[in-house]
């Protein structure tokens, strides 16, 4: 008598970005704690198996995997999809937790600004190039900042003419919250919900206080708030069917668009970051407005 074998479906992964940081290590032990597979996405792999496999010990959830992440050049992120997609496991939820606060102006491989192109076009290269894997009903979150309230962006945008390290981790964290705005609406193809999180001013390695830290992180970095609260805002946000909204660690969650003062200068941000991305990203992988 035959029988017919039939496979399981895939568990969906919950990758993490920046997952061996204060942050995302509280992140990643939160989300395995749940019993969710969970993918460590870490520029330093070494750093990210140790983490797996003591997450692996420590929770007894054996679904903890790790690839390598650079977000410093589009090729990188284009190697990581490609990797990813390899695992043919559908992707329940992208937390871009990764982000860079440089001291000095260095130009990427790519010709952009450092801090703009990890914290603002990479992520946004890597947000689109994994939505075709993302589940229906998935996430994607991206990480913000208080600081983008005390910043514009200039016209030349995401060119940098006069580069300041908190100025230029702020525009770059602002372009990506109003980004967001247009994420939200061409990902709805899918029910897949975009979110913002502002996890406050965290003491983590990347906002250390030393002398050479611009004034203006004396202003944003005190007091600083431990990890494991910041990340509650991450976690109510991956739990929501919201989509287009920030959520902050006062328990509160707002409309992305309260941040969209001026319309051309959105329209503007997206049609040049557009432009740069499709340059990198095969046109059937990026959702677009008229989907």
Not at 49 to 73: H, P
Not at 99 to 122: A, M, Y
Not at 186 to 206: A, D, R
Request: charged share 20%.
């Amino acid at each position: 008598m035959e029988t017919n074998s039939i496979t399981p479906p895939a568990v969906p992964l919950y990758v993490v970005t920046g997952a061996t940081d204060n942050t995302g290590s509280v992140i990643t032990r939160r989300l395995a704690e749940q019993g969710k597979a969970v993918l460590l996405a870490s520029l330093n792999l070494e750093r990210a198996e140790a983490s797996a496999a003591a997450l692996r010990e420590a929770t007894g959830n054996k679904d903890i995997s790790c690839l390598q992440l650079d977000l410093s050049s589009f090729e990188m992120v284009r190697d990581f999809v490609a990797r990813l997609k390899a695992l043919r496991r559908p992707i329940a939820a992208l937390v871009n937790n990764a982000s860079t606060l440089p001291r000095h102006s260095k130009l990427s491989p790519d010709g952009f600004e450092h801090t703009i192109q990890v914290n603002f076009l990479s992520t946004v290269l890597l947000s689109m190039a994994t939505f075709p894997i993302i589940e229906d009903g998935g996430k994607i979150i991206l990480s913000t900042s208080v600081s983008r309230r005390f910043v514009s962006l200039p016209y030349e945008f995401p060119a940098v003419s006069h580069f300041t390290q908190i100025g230029a981790y702020a525009q770059s964290k602002l372009a990506l919250t109003l980004f967001s705005i247009y994420m939200s609406t061409v990902m709805k193809i899918k029910h897949v919900s975009v979110n913002c999180v502002n996890p406050g001013v965290l003491n983590t390695g990347m906002l250390a206080l030393h002398r050479w830290l611009d004034r203006a992180a004396d202003y944003l970095v005190n007091p600083l708030r431990h990890p494991e609260s910041g990340v509650e805002s991450t976690l109510r946000a991956l739990e929501s069917n919201d989509s287009g909204f920030i959520f902050t660690t006062d328990g509160k969650q707002v409309k992305t668009s309260t941040m969209l003062k001026n319309r051309e200068v959105f329209i503007k941000l997206c049609n040049d970051t557009m432009r740069i991305i499709k340059k990198n990203l095969p046109s059937d992988d990026a959702p677009t407005a008229n989907s």
